[in-house]
């Protein structure tokens, strides 16, 4: 499985971005599919994630009314549309898959098995 995160880069507060991560070489057909994010110094934190299956999502209250994940199934790419991004926003971003079957809530970044390389966002004042 190869996950290839892109769309990151620099923006002034109050701008927009979108991340993008395709998805190759699956073998199973029920994952979520999450958006992390890890800034200098702090520890790896939720973002988003979407059920491919489902659709079913859910956010970080950091960012929940400002950013939006979504699918599209035939590219098996996922998407993080942020919107009034905040200097405290900036982060490696990294998507993840979690196999359905394996055990844990997929908020936590513990049961992802799979990791692309993270892209870089940059929110200035």
């Known amino acids: 499985v190869q996950l290839q995160a892109s769309g990151g880069g620099s923006v002034q507060a109050g701008g927009s971005l979108r991340l993008s991560c395709a998805a190759s070489g699956l073998t199973f057909s029920h994952y979520d599919m999450g958006w992390f994010r890890q800034a200098p110094g702090k520890e790896r934190e939720f973002v988003a994630v979407i059920n491919w299956n489902s659709g079913s999502t859910a956010y970080a209250d950091s960012v929940k009314g400002r950013f939006t994940i979504s699918r599209d199934n035939a590219r098996i790419t996922v998407y993080l549309q942020m919107n009034s991004l905040k200097p405290e926003d900036t982060a490696v971003y990294y998507c993840?898959?979690?196999?359905?079957?394996?055990?844990?809530?997929?908020?936590?970044?513990?049961?992802?098995?799979?990791w692309g390389q993270g892209t870089l966002v940059t929110v200035s004042s």
């Open positions: 993840a898959i979690k196999r359905s079957f394996t055990s844990g809530s997929r908020l936590n970044g513990n049961r992802y098995g799979y």
